[in-house]
């Protein structure tokens, strides 16, 4: 059994559970969010494929390392493609090393504001064929202590902040959900095993789409039965990828989504998604 690791970045304290993929996260005081904390989805981010949305890439990383706000990484962060990928190997605007390179180059601002991170299909290509984590060699080649906050498995993920705690399921997805109800359909299926959740996050599907699946809190105290309702926000996080001249765009795969979902956290206890 691996012991939890216990760290600090200039903004939060954190004890990772590496055997249950569990984190729990203390915002400190030396975020000044004047009670209203954002935590920006990085996923589906594919440096070096060819549809690779390098400004809107550029532009996120420019505002969470000037704004007071926090992220997490959501797997595809690179394109990998190998031989027999969908997306060919000579397809790629840069071959795999410099892929990383890239990727370690743009995230080294931000990386004490680094929730979090998990890889994606496009990581499991490598893992799966060579046994390399091109994820974690990015977040260890940082120096910092992002890597510690890495787990190849669904994190699940309690935040507290200003004295209240959120709760968070988050997965990189391996649905093959065209249209946005599957795909929500797809985002939604920790609920039938997750408990108590204020967020489920899903990337993998190059969408930005949300929904609220009510749940009711039943308290039986003194005789008495209280039932309280308790909204769930399932996300779709947006990839920072384009369409044409794309593999996704040979395949007649629908247009992937430009937008943002951005799930908020206020000082009073409440929560909600802005897009």
């Keep these: 059994m691996k012991e939890p690791v ?6 939060f304290e954190y004890v990772f559970f590496p055997d249950q993929s569990f984190i729990y996260i ?3 005081s030396t975020l000044k969010t004047g ?3 954002k935590l920006i989805p990085l996923s589906d981010i594919h440096v070096g494929a060819a ?7 550029a532009s996120f990383i420019k505002y969470i390392a000037e704004e007071s706000v926090l992220c997490f990484i959501n797997g595809d962060t690179s394109e990998m493609a190998l031989p ?4 060919g190997v000579f397809e790629q605007t840069m071959p795999p090393q410099e892929q990383m390179i890239y990727l370690r180059d743009r995230l080294a601002p931000i990386q004490d504001k680094i929730l979090w991170s998990i890889p994606g299909n496009h990581e499991e290509r490598v893992i799966k064929r060579v046994n390399i984590d091109p994820l974690y060699w990015v977040l260890m080649s940082l120096g910092g202590n992002a890597a510690e906050r890495y787990s190849q498995f669904p994190i699940t993920a309690t935040i507290e902040y200003e004295n209240h705690k959120f ?6 997805g391996a649905s093959g959900a065209t249209t946005p109800g599957s795909k929500i359909n797809a985002a939604s299926k920790p609920l039938q095993f997750i408990k108590d959740a204020n967020f489920i996050v899903m990337g993998h599907v190059h969408s930005s789409d949300q929904t609220i ?3 009711f809190d039943i308290k039986v105290e003194g005789g008495r039965m209280t039932v309280s309702k308790r909204p769930v926000y399932v996300i ?3 990839a920072f990828y384009g369409y044409f001249n794309t593999y996704g765009a040979k395949k007649g795969y629908t247009l992937p989504s430009t937008g943002a979902v951005v799930p908020y956290l206020w000082k009073n206890g409440k929560y909600g998604v802005s897009s």
């Excluded at 027999?84 to 997306?87: A, G, L, N, V, Y």
């Design 35 to 37: 009670g209203e904390l």
């Design 84 to 87: 027999d990928s969908p997306s």
């Design 213 to 215: 699946q009510n749940q």
């Design 51 to 57: 549809g690779f949305k390098e400004e809107k890439f």
């Design 167 to 172: 709760n968070f399921f988050v997965q990189h």
């Design 6 to 11: 216990k760290g600090k970045t200039k903004y």
């Design 236 to 238: 779709i996080a947006p």
């Design 26 to 28: 203390k915002v400190l």
